[in-house]
């Protein structure tokens, strides 16, 4: 494989599958805050703060979609690699995601999401198998097919660093 300091080699699973042999203590937990919403910015603990920004003003921050989409990209990117490396395939790839946000009168908005993975020297039939195998096994991808476990619960508000929307 090519040398890209920096970047964390991907790791083949050991056995017949590609999935983890069972649950156990969490490998890392991002930690992450939104502040005003999409007219606001979301704070990365430890890390950067992004300006957000509703879909009408996309040049003063980024909105869910691009947040979506930039985390599932990278993701599945990244799951492909691991795919591809437990196939002994050493190639390029390139995963690029689109996200359509949808308005529905009963229930709000919705997201409809695509991703075009492109795998450089494989066949259409290989390229399928891999992008199937990676989609199958991205955390992403699971919890947009509902087979996560997303959780919502209530804590007290603290205002960090007396945040006031602009």
């Known amino acids: 494989m090519t040398e890209n300091p920096g970047y964390a080699e991907p790791q083949a699973p050991s056995g017949d599958s590609d999935e983890p042999k069972s649950a156990g203590a969490p490998i890392y937990t991002a930690k992450v805050e939104n502040l005003g919403g999409t007219s606001g910015e979301v704070r990365v603990e430890g890390g950067k703060t992004l300006a957000t920004a509703p879909t009408s003003h996309t040049d003063q921050g980024s909105n869910p979609e691009q947040f979506l989409a ?41 997201f409809v999401p695509r991703a075009y993975l492109s795998i450089d020297g494989v066949s259409s039939e290989d390229a399928e198998k891999f992008a199937a195998r990676a989609h199958a096994r991205c955390p992403i991808s699971k919890l947009l097919k509902g087979q996560g476990t997303p959780s919502i619960e209530i804590e007290e508000y603290k205002n960090p660093d007396n945040f006031q929307l602009s």
Do not use: Q
């Not at 990209?73 to 990244?78: R, V």
């Not at 591809?84 to 919705?110: I, K, M, P, Q, T």
């Open 70 to 110: 930039m985390a599932w990209s990278t993701c599945l990117g990244e799951t492909l690699k691991v795919v591809l490396a437990a196939n002994g395939v050493e190639a390029l790839s390139r995963v690029r995601v689109e996200v359509d946000l949808h308005g529905e009168r009963s229930s709000g908005f919705y």
